[in-house]
């Protein structure tokens, strides 16, 4: 019998994690879900992955919490070894938005923790398997902001920036595995994450005079983990409707 093929999906109850989720089951692959309190979201997600014909699995876990992530996604892992997870998409993250001054010890570490610690905790999980397959594709979600820093977001430029970085090095050190490394770096897209931005304002720096979708960029997400995509790999792909980086 052939191994069952996942994908997994950090913070897929909402947003852009949610039509990567469902991206994902359009390309064929079972989807594993994970959120990290939002557990109606995640199952109307799995909803619609389960609609497409495959299977979903919702896994409650707070990627910036190392030993949580272990004993969760780590047991499973373990558990199902007949499984194979072939696309990890490190998508979960949050803002916490204020100028530096201003930054608590709170905000600045919880924005990291969740960014970039949380992107190394579940990595670190499914990498050794992934490299067994001699295939793979991770694809990190960070940001317009970690490629150009944004004023008020000192914390979070930062966690991006260093998701990039991680991306880039560990890219040349699985490429001969037949695993590919990318970022997708989203301009605004509208989602909960943007909600209370004025999007009228901020579109008219945009060129093309709107925020993007979900949807829009699940479809970049689709490419890259793709079989098409396979001589790709080290690189930060912005989508941002033509906004200047
Ligand atoms: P969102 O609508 O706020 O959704 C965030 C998702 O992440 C939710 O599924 C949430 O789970 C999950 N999450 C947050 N912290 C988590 C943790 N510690 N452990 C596990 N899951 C966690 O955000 P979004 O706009 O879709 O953003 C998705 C990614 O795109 C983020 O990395 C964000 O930085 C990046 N991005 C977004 C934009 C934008 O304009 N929206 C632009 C650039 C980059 P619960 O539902 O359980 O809370």
Do not use: H
Request: hydrophobic content about 40%; glycine content about 10%; overall charge neutral.
């Amino acid at each position: 019998m052939s191994q069952k093929k996942y994908a997994l999906v950090t913070g897929g109850s909402r947003g852009i994690g949610r039509a990567i989720c469902v991206k994902m089951a359009e390309l064929g692959y079972n989807v594993i879900i994970n959120y990290k309190g939002n557990k109606d979201a995640a199952l109307e997600t799995a909803r619609l992955v389960q609609e497409k014909g495959v299977e979903a699995e919702i896994m409650g876990f707070d990627i910036a919490n190392r030993t949580e992530v272990k004993q969760i996604l780590g047991s499973w892992v373990e558990t199902y070894k007949d499984v194979v997870i072939e696309v990890l998409v490190n998508n979960a993250g949050i803002r916490q938005d204020v100028l530096l001054p201003m930054m608590s010890d709170e905000q600045w570490d919880s924005v990291i923790d969740t960014s970039l610690q949380g992107m190394y905790n579940v990595t670190k999980q499914v990498l050794t398997p992934m490299v067994m397959n001699r295939f793979g594709r991770i694809i990190n979600i960070v940001s317009l902001s970690g490629i150009k820093g944004m004023p008020g977001q000192v914390n979070y430029s930062a966690a991006k920036a260093g998701m990039i970085g991680a991306t880039k090095a560990m890219a040349q050190e699985i490429a001969r595995r037949n695993i590919t490394v990318n970022a997708i770096a989203p301009g605004f897209i509208k989602t909960d994450m943007t909600e209370e931005l004025n999007e009228k304002e901020l579109a008219n720096m945009i060129p093309m005079k709107r925020f993007g979708t979900a949807e829009e960029v699940a479809e970049l997400v689709g490419f890259l983990a793709s079989k098409q995509s396979s001589y790709i790999t080290g690189q930060v792909i912005s989508i941002n409707g033509g906004l200047y980086t």
